[in-house]
């Protein structure tokens, strides 16, 4: 069992395979006691003292009795108005009319595996083997509120999962105004705050600050995890890297509005919290009803950000990603939005799709555009009947032509959304989230259907069920491409408006567990304007999310390098698209753009009869590469080997570079990309991780034939070898290259980034 109570000491440990977590029963309160590198003997030796504090209230029970400050201890569920004048986990008003209240221990219960949460996605065990868990039950003595904590330790990850069941035991309505999903104290307060934030088309850079004393947060209150943040940071102990030293990750298994915060007390004591943003939300909890809040999946890494980033990727693959396409490669794509936005026909299509089938694409998929009159953004969301003055033969033919071609046939849906000019808005105005007497709000000239409604989430089920059957259909990508905005709901009462923002995501949560019962072959891609959504709880429906809008080579470096610090490649979809890019208008090549968008799920957005023979020529070149490689590529190990960010000495380059490892060591694949050319630039040594040191590897590379063709204008006798750091098929130990390292330099400005694989010979 990785967890244990010592009925003595009132101690709990639950031990993952590097750490060990300790929470302590005192006088009936429950307090952390810490989370650290794992302890084989524990005695409580070196717990923090127990001090009385000045400006600080005890109980009445414990006044007196004991040194006990509820304003200085580490605690596991903090509560508010009891002497810990730090950020509550808790806040809820029963009768008293104030958030007050006290949590005692009442019982526990300890056993394997995990059970699921009810109507909100979560990490699950494959087998009971694989996790054990700890349920405390807490209770108010003075009100009808009972908590029970649940904590899920992970037998081969460092990982510990926790979230909160509040319930009502008695006749009181009790108004639940927060409840976070886990909170932890950290004894001091030398660490970084690691969070990932941007904005649209600018998605998850790292951004580290350093904590001081008070208040440090993230959050989204835009009724989606966002763009701007992401339900994600991490605790980087002072003086830890990529690879070294403690990093603690906390990720909320939520899409919705969420807080994730450091306060820094006055002691420096680190109290981390993530839950649903207290903003706009409350709760109304009748006699016997029960309040689940969303996971907190916790990851502790004794080996800096890379190990940590690793946990992530093997638990979300393995334990949060379901369904038929889990754990299989992903096909490569081409999707017809960049190639022609709403201005197509089956001839156009068909077009497209002829070229791609010629290259060795797999999927096609047809984005938005083709249901009810939409030839641009101001209309029929919600009709998700074919548009058949633009596609006259229906969908049918698209997918029966696409499947002769030997392809797959992928669709586009915004099913969350509604457009004014649209039947269904004709039909419902009041489906619609909206603040009843106020006009509504537009964002991409759309409203946003009520998904707290149980009518809403049924006609979607129906309507999207019946377009999914119609059909052969393999994959969805399932778009929101705007934040809501008038959180109201016309079937709640008043007391109940603030719930909306909560019951959405239950809706769309319930509107999705059925459809993906319903059509468990389908491929379904999340996507929100790019990487609106691209959180925990979106890949327990849908095991890949469209990463970002920006597909500009260069930009997509720092997205998918924040991205990948929780997130695993296989989650992460990354296209090809046109020079001059679309977003950021510049011109990288063609080789460029493909070795970024080979870090994750792969694909093309752009129209291939566009291109050159040439540039035909290479993209075979790159598909049929990615082919072989893109089960390293998506399932191996990721290693972030360089990042600008790390750059210290001012003679470096500003490279990235990454690496992938298959997890029997077998291959690996690595690219290396400089986001700017320096004149008379510096070599790099490229240390490679995770090789077997005690094999052999052979080294190919996938230089791009255009970049080849520039280069021989220039360098009439320039060897293939001039693009790759060794020639192909140098045999290198594992030893060598993880020791030696690569010497690689950027020596012309003809493309900036270097990619191969490894073969274990
Ligand atoms: C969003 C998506 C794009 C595309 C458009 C279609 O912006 O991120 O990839 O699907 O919507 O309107």
Known sequence: ???????????????????????????????????????????????????????????????????????????????????????????????????????????????????????????????????????????????????????????????????????????????????????????????????????????????????????????????????????????????????????FGFNLVYSGNFTAQTEVDQYGVSRVQLGINPFNFSWKLAEGESFTTPETVMVYSQNGLGEMSRIYHDLYRSNLCRGEWRDKVRPIVINNWEATYFNFNSEKLFALADTAAAEGIELFVLDDGWFGKRNNDWTSLGDWDVFTEKLPNGLSEISEGIHARGMLFGLWFEPEMISPDSNLYRAHPDWCLHCTERSRTLGRHQLVLDMSRKDVVDYLFEKLSAVLSSCKIDYV???????????????????????????????????????????????????????????????????????????????????????????????????????????????????????????????????????????????????????????????????????????????????????????????AVVTAVWSFSEANESYDILKLEGLDENANYKIKSLAGLSIKMLVRQFFPSAPDSEFCVVADDTVISGEELMNIGLCIINRTNYGGSLHFKLERV
Not at 222 to 242: K, M, Y
Not at 544 to 560: E, H, K, V, Y
């Open 1 to 247: 069992m990785a967890i244990t109570f010592d009925d003595e000491k009132k101690i709990f440990l639950l031990h993952t395979p590097h750490s060990t977590y300790v929470i302590r029963i005192f006088e009936g309160r429950v307090l952390h006691g810490g989370w650290v590198k794992r302890i084989k003997n524990y005695s409580g030796a070196c717990a923090m003292p127990l001090i009385d504090r000045a400006f600080a209230a005890v109980p009445e029970d414990l006044h007196g009795k004991c040194d006990f400050s509820p304003d200085t201890v580490q605690w596991e569920y903090p509560v508010a108005l009891r002497g810990d004048t730090r950020s509550p986990a808790i806040e809820v008003i029963g009768n008293g009319g104030t958030v007050e209240c006290e949590l005692l221990y009442e019982a526990h219960r300890i056993y394997k595996g995990k059970k699921a949460l009810v109507g909100l996605p979560a990490t699950y065990t494959n087998t009971d083997d694989e996790a054990d868990t700890l349920e405390i039950d807490l209770y108010d003595p003075n009100s009808a509120l009972k908590v029970t904590l649940f904590y899920t330790v992970w037998n081969t990850l460092d990982v510990i999962c926790r979230h909160s069941v509040l319930k009502n035991s008695a006749k009181d309505v009790l108004d639940v105004r927060s409840a976070m999903s886990a909170s932890v104290d950290f004894p001091h307060a030398r660490f970084s705050m690691l969070q990932l934030s941007g904005a649209h088309a600018r998605e998850r850079h790292v951004i580290m600050r350093e904590l001081v004393p008070g208040m440090q947060k993230v959050e989204s209150r835009r009724t989606a995890s966002s763009h701007q943040q992401n339900p994600f940071i991490a605790l980087v102990e002072q003086g830890a890297t990529e690879t070294h030293g403690d990093v």
């Open 477 to 667: 990508k399932w778009d929101f491409n705007r934040s809501p905005s008038d959180v109201g709901s016309a079937l709640l009462p008043v007391e109940k408006q603030q719930e909306v923002s909560h019951r959405f995501y239950l809706g769309l949560y319930d509107l999705l567990e059925r459809l993906n019962k319903k059509f468990p072959h389908i491929l379904f891609e999340s996507c929100s304007g790019g990487g609106g959504r691209f959180d925990p709880a979106m890949l327990y429906y849908m095991p890949q999310t469209w990463t970002s809008d920006n597909t500009d080579g260069l930009s997509r470096l720092a997205i998918q390098e924040g991205t990948s610090i929780a997130y695993p490649a296989s989650a992460m979809s990354c296209h090809v698209s046109a020079v001059p890019n679309h977003q950021v208008g510049r011109v990288t090549s063609l080789s460029l753009r493909g070795h970024v968008a080979m870090a994750g799920t792969f694909g093309y957005e752009l129209d291939l009869n566009k291109l050159s023979d040439l540039e035909k020529a290479e993209i075979k070149e790159q598909v049929a590469w990615y082919k072989d490689i893109r089960h390293t590529a998506e399932f191996g190990d990721l290693y972030r080997l360089r990042s600008p960010r790390s750059c210290t000495a001012f003679s470096e380059s500003p490279l990235f570079a990454w690496e992938s490892v298959e997890k029997d060591k077998s291959k």
